[in-house]
């Protein structure tokens, strides 16, 4: 039995069986959220994501799923141009296939959406459990940048969104080719920048760039994406502070020094 380290849940490897248990209640809805959405996706996907299995186990509930095949697609520091690029395009296909996914689809299931409300509240953890800890000038600049997106967010896109499309869930072969996407647990309505920014934070500008061809309407994120960046590092120190998970309230707030 393999064991992986995750955030959110207790993590196996079983031959090739994953099995995952959550370990709070955010995370139990996740899975539930995944199970259920994920065979509506499909067949619309063009890359491949898990069959889930939901398992009541006493009071508790786990996730059965078969692996899919390959590794995290961790870096793409030391890939020639064109695997970097063949990587990207394949990339900026899923999104856009994700992206494009009507709302009518979805229309019986209830998504989360990052909507005002959303942002609000997270500003207001933000305000409860991080500002005290960093400047004043760093708090100030960080709710000055949430209240200004909050009055733009009828001008922007709204969309089915992976949610956490970062590097620990892009599967590849290691050569040349995306073999899966897989934690679908944040899915939800919101900006297609969200999950640009997910790529940006993992991958770097130039990579994001080379989603053009796949992507087009990714010049109009473009400038959204160090927005998201800090508010990614911001989220990380709440998760910590609110599930007294000291690492990850230290990467959070170490990462919001580097990037405000």
């Not at 186990?57 to 799923?65: C, P, R």
């Not at 229309?107 to 500003?123: F, Y």
């Not at 290691?174 to 940006?200: C, H, M, Q, R, Y």
């Not at 760039?209 to 309407?217: I, V």
Request: net charge negative.
């Amino acid at each position: 039995m393999k064991i992986i380290d995750s955030q959110n849940s207790d993590v196996a490897i079983l031959g090739n069986i994953v099995i995952r248990r959550p370990r709070h209640a955010e995370a139990i809805a996740g899975v539930c959220r995944e199970a259920t959405v994920l065979p509506l996706l499909r067949d619309r996907l063009i890359l491949p994501v898990p069959h889930m299995q939901l398992v009541e186990v006493g009071d508790e509930i786990i996730t059965l799923h078969q692996q899919l095949p390959g590794e995290p697609l961790c870096s793409v520091q030391n890939l020639n141009d064109s695997i970097e690029e063949r990587l990207a395009t394949q990339l900026g296909s899923f999104l856009k296939s994700l992206h494009e996914i009507e709302p009518v689809v979805l229309s019986n299931i209830d998504l989360p959406q990052i909507d005002r409300r959303w942002w609000t509240n997270l500003l207001n953890k933000a305000e409860r459990f991080v500002f005290p800890k960093v400047a004043s000038t760093t708090a100030e600049l960080l709710r000055s940048q949430i209240q200004s997106h909050i009055e733009q967010l009828p001008s922007l896109p709204c969309v089915l969104r992976h949610g956490d499309f970062g590097s620990s869930n892009i599967l590849w072969d290691g050569e040349k080719n995306i073999t899966g996407i897989v934690d679908f647990g944040s899915l939800g309505w919101g900006d297609p920048g969200w999950d640009i920014a997910g790529l940006f934070v993992s991958y770097g500008s130039s990579f994001v760039e080379r989603l053009t061809s796949t992507y087009p309407a990714i010049d109009s994120l473009l400038e959204r994406l160090p927005f998201y960046e800090s508010k990614f590092a911001l989220m990380e120190a709440i998760f910590g502070a609110e599930h007294s998970d000291r690492e990850a309230l230290n990467s959070g707030l170490d990462m919001l020094k580097q990037i405000v």
